[in-house]
């Protein structure tokens, strides 16, 4: 089998994509003798900010010199990206070489009348068995959807439960309100595990202390309320929290309240005896790196890209906006799954723009055309147009961008890579055809 063949099979098994649930990874871990309890984690759940979080934490330890597996989703560049240590994508002989070993075992459990795992399941149960091959000191781990019925929630050795920013999503997959969507997250907490809160609403708070209370959890809520802000700017953002001063090198408004979270973390490992020096996590937060996050594309006009994918990620997308760019021309390039709120989405965002391009993002099942949701935009804002392809919308938006303009392009991870691929052709920093 050659790494073309492993990513088919992948492929092939969206077939058996289906309700979520720990008995399908259960089993395949059994059957190779559970490698995720050779392994320590940092599992982290939440609606937004997860892979942030797990940015800074995964950057910090690494420089203090530990060997840290992560583990994330969506990815924007690279399909192996989802599976890295240090920072260093799995390469295509590995990911080869153990999927050689799931295939059989995967055979065999069909053969038995059980269901077939899915790509989600099938690329957890591989990084676990990547991971302990090579040692690593700590997983960071981050939930793909939800957390109870996640299938990374099968590993029984969590040292730290993270939960960044609840908010409405997934509805009806997770939950039917608020509190239901919550206690699904908080579902990876698991006894003994430090449990690390970023900000959330007050019956979010409430009831996730209320769950750490009953099973004995030590429990610490992170405050960005009382980090007091030095400077922000596009390029870095610098603020002090709790005697330690921090500079960050991502920006947008929800990064600081995200390293708050992240710095708590930090703190709680220290007690956990992981040797962590102040320098090393002065030093961690600035190398952090974490694209698609309002991320600088371009300058003269700005070209910016993010994923803000639900109402909650929009509305801190507007603050960023209102912080950096209050006095700018904005132009949008919009696309949605049509299983997200788009019409929220839209509604706070659309007035915003002088002009907006919509496009079809690269998932035709869950894809709203470009079309259809130029027709919900034209609601809010009538200067809209629907775009054929990523490359017109891009192309489009600089010839409608004067210098001092800014460019936006969000509503989905899953064009982010491409668009960050034609605005660095277009500005001469990759070649035509050339991928990160």
């Known amino acids: 089998m050659n790494y073309k063949e492993a990513r088919a099979y992948i492929d092939d098994a969206w077939k058996y994509a289906g309700n979520m649930g720990l008995s399908n990874t259960e089993n395949l871990l059994e059957r190779l003798g559970h490698p995720e309890d050779d392994l320590e984690f940092i599992h982290i759940a939440g609606t937004n900010g997860k892979g942030s979080v797990a940015a800074y934490i995964a950057t910090v330890l690494q420089?203090?010199?530990?060997?840290?597996?992560?583990?994330?989703?969506?990815?924007?560049?690279?399909?192996?990206?989802?599976?890295?240590?240090?920072?260093?994508?799995?390469?295509?002989?590995?990911?080869?070489?153990?999927?050689?070993?799931?295939?059989?075992?995967?055979?065999?459990?069909?053969?038995?009348?059980?269901?077939?795992?899915?790509?989600?399941?099938?690329?957890?149960?591989?990084?676990?068995?990547?991971?302990?091959?090579?040692?690593?000191?700590?997983?960071?781990?981050?939930?793909?959807?939800?957390?109870?019925?996640?299938?990374?929630?099968?590993?029984?050795?969590?040292?730290?439960?993270?939960?960044?920013?609840?908010?409405?999503?997934?509805?009806?997959?997770?939950?039917?309100?608020?509190?239901?969507?919550?206690?699904?997250?908080?579902?990876?907490?698991?006894?003994?595990?430090?449990?690390?809160?970023?900000?959330?609403?007050?019956?979010?708070?409430?009831?996730?202390?209320?769950?750490?209370?009953?099973?004995?959890?030590?429990?610490?809520?992170?405050?960005?309320?009382?980090?007091?802000?030095?400077?922000?700017?596009?390029?870095?953002?610098?603020?002090?929290?709790?005697?330690?001063?921090?500079?960050?090198?991502?920006?947008?408004?929800?990064?600081i309240e995200n390293a708050v979270l992240a710095l708590e973390c930090i703190m709680a490992l220290r007690q956990l005896g992981f040797n962590v020096t102040g320098e090393e996590i002065e030093e961690g937060f600035l190398k952090t790196r974490w694209e698609g996050r309002f991320t600088v594309l371009s300058r003269n006009p700005y070209f910016i890209v993010d994923g803000a994918h639900n109402p909650d990620a929009a509305m801190k997308l507007r603050q960023s906006i209102q912080t950096y760019f209050p006095q700018k021309r904005l132009i949008f390039i919009m696309g949605m799954f049509r299983d997200k709120d788009y019409r929220q989405i839209a509604e706070l965002m659309a007035g915003m723009a002088d002009c907006i391009f919509t496009v079809t993002p690269p998932d035709p099942e869950r894809a709203l055309p470009a079309d259809e949701f130029a027709k919900v935009i034209r609601e809010f804002n009538p200067k809209v147009t629907a775009c054929t392809s990523l490359k017109e919308a891009v192309g489009r938006s600089f010839v409608a961008a004067n210098s001092e303009d800014a460019i936006l392009s969000f509503g989905s991870l899953s064009f982010v890579g491409e668009v960050t691929r034609l605005v660095k052709e277009r500005t001469g920093e990759i070649k035509k055809g050339e991928t990160k």
């Open 63 to 255: 420089c203090a010199g530990y060997r840290v597996g992560r583990y994330i989703s969506p990815t924007i560049y690279s399909y192996r990206e989802r599976i890295q240590i240090n920072e260093a994508y799995i390469s295509k002989e590995d990911f080869t070489l153990y999927m050689e070993q799931l295939i059989p075992v995967m055979q065999q459990m069909t053969a038995e009348g059980l269901k077939h795992p899915t790509p989600f399941e099938i690329e957890t149960v591989l990084s676990f068995l990547y991971f302990r091959d090579r040692k690593c000191d700590i997983v960071v781990l981050e939930c793909g959807m939800g957390g109870a019925t996640d299938a990374t929630n099968v590993i029984r050795t969590t040292k730290m439960a993270v939960l960044t920013s609840i908010s409405l999503d997934h509805i009806g997959v997770l939950g039917n309100d608020l509190l239901e969507i919550a206690a699904n997250k908080a579902g990876i907490i698991k006894p003994g595990a430090i449990v690390v809160m970023g900000k959330q609403e007050p019956e979010v708070e409430d009831a996730v202390w209320a769950i750490c209370t009953e099973k004995g959890n030590p429990f610490i809520a992170a405050k960005p309320q009382e980090a007091v802000v030095r400077d922000v700017t596009v390029e870095h953002q610098t603020f002090r929290y709790h005697g330690s001063e921090i500079t960050i090198s991502l920006a947008g408004s929800p990064q």
